[in-house]
């Protein structure tokens, strides 16, 4: 077995995607293992050529899709923006790309609407932190306080209503009490009824596939996002 982990030395933007993209060729299961979309990884290969461009930019889905031999899993400790992720699957289909080979770890959580409109609204302040306003540090507050959404709720319909009003209430409080615009409940449920309907089967415990993989001597890469001084624990702060 082979494990191989690429991360950026600064703060992102140093050319881990054509890394990536090489590396992926020869493995035989990939793992966006951390961050949300807020980065992408730009893709020039054969493969890419009926693409406007002549080129995909992926900001979740694992470089490895281009691979149809190679499993490649969105892990446990990535936020995910259904949205961009769909966007990202029908790019990749229209130009003759499967991706019957991506799965979704059921633990990543979800970046609902309200994390971007706090995202944006946190923006606003006189101490700016220059992020992306794509919600994946407010998915992450969710997930550290226990009140995020996770893709294997979107399968528990009842859970996920319980999980959602508890979670709504405490976000539409927030921009409520700043003058922002609140967000429905049931617009929510009917959006995540959506993203269930075309996501449902890849959503499944990684788990396994990745010890099998292990224990049959695989080669797995680890594509990271951004870089390590960003880390919240070993890179810049706040």
């Known amino acids: 077995m082979s494990v191989t982990a690429v ?11 054509r890394i990536i993209d090489y590396l992926a060729q020869t493995s035989d299961l990939v793992i966006r293992f951390q961050g ?7 893709i020039v290969n054969e493969k890419t050529q009926k693409a406007k461009n002549q080129k995909v930019i992926l900001h979740l889905i694992p470089s490895g899709i281009f691979n149809s031999e190679t499993t490649c899993i969105i892990g446990t400790g990535c936020v995910v923006n259904p949205e961009t992720l769909l966007k990202e699957i029908d790019a990749l289909e229209a130009i003759g ?8 770890s059921e633990r990543a959580h979800i970046i609902l609407p309200y994390h971007q409109a706090l995202d944006s609204l946190k923006e606003q302040a006189k101490t700016q932190l220059g992020t992306t306003k794509k919600g994946i540090g407010p998915a992450y507050a969710d997930k550290m306080a226990r009140r995020g959404l996770r893709l294997g709720d979107l399968k528990h319909p009842d859970w996920l209503a319980e999980r959602l009003g508890q979670a709504l209430d405490l976000a539409n409080r927030e921009l409520a009490h700043f003058g922002a615009a609140t967000f429905d409940f049931d617009d929510l449920m009917k959006c995540c009824r959506g993203w269930r309907d075309r996501l ?3 959503i499944v415990d ?17 594509e990271g996002q951004l870089g390590v001084l960003r880390d919240i624990d070993w890179g810049i702060y706040p």
């Open 97 to 104: 790309i499967s991706t019957a080979n991506l799965y979704l």
């Open 7 to 17: 991360v950026g030395a600064q703060w992102g933007d140093e050319g881990k995607g």
């Open 36 to 42: 949300g979309d807020n980065a992408g990884h730009t």
């Open 206 to 222: 990684v788990l396994p596939i990745v010890q099998e993989a292990c224990l049959a001597d695989k080669a797995i890469l680890l």
């Open 200 to 202: 449902e089967t890849k």
